[in-house]
């Protein structure tokens, strides 16, 4: 009796430990799930949309500049002291808004590897339609995960899930490919 019992608490402990480290690819396929079935409360509970519109702005404006934190009174205070006496930089609208890529049908056709120009989807595509690519990880810790869709005119979709619980992952980040790789190249 104590055999099975101590059999039955090896079993439940590798099961947990299994999940623990399968759950950003559950959180990813949750993602993709409720994008295609437009599920606004079960995004909300999945991707932290403050996160992912910061993390976006500084790709579609192609500001080095917004990519860089501002200096820490503790590192740099005579930076730190001159950043407050600058004037705001205005902000000119070069590209899109990063909310068009946080829709629920531009989030899927992220998720199908349309790269850039997921932003001019309209509607999400049913699961029958369209197959989805593989996601691959491309960096896997404790507290934070890395998945990749490849792009379908090259590069890749980087998404960055982050632990929130046990087995809670957000979503708080998005690659886009780089701008040139959704340009076709020509060969001559």
Excluded at 30 to 55: E, M, P, T, W, Y
Excluded at 124 to 130: E, G, M, N, W
Aim: proline residues 10%.
């Amino acid at each position: 009796m104590k055999r099975l019992f101590g059999y039955g608490v090896l079993v439940a402990l590798g099961l947990a430990v299994v999940c623990f480290f399968a759950a950003p690819a559950v959180a990813f396929m949750g993602i993709r799930s409720a994008a295609q079935s437009q599920d606004i409360q079960g995004l909300q509970k999945l991707v932290d949309f403050d996160a992912v519109r910061v993390s976006l702005r500084p790709q579609l404006t192609q500001r080095p500049q917004a990519q860089t934190p501002p200096p820490s009174i503790l590192r740099d205070p005579y930076g730190a002291i001159m950043r407050q006496f600058q004037t705001a930089p205005v902000l000119i609208n070069r590209g899109p808004e990063p909310d068009n890529y946080l829709s629920p049908a531009a989030l899927d056709a992220l998720i199908r590897g349309q790269g850039r120009d997921a932003m001019n989807a309209t509607q999400a595509l049913r699961p029958d339609k369209q197959k989805a690519p593989f996601a691959r990880p491309v960096y896997w810790s404790l507290n934070r995960a890395r998945l990749a869709v490849p792009s379908k005119e090259g590069g890749r979709t980087v998404f960055t899930l982050e632990r929130r619980g046990a087995y809670e992952w957000k979503l708080v980040h998005i690659g886009l490919p780089p701008e040139q790789a959704t340009q076709p190249t020509t060969r001559r």
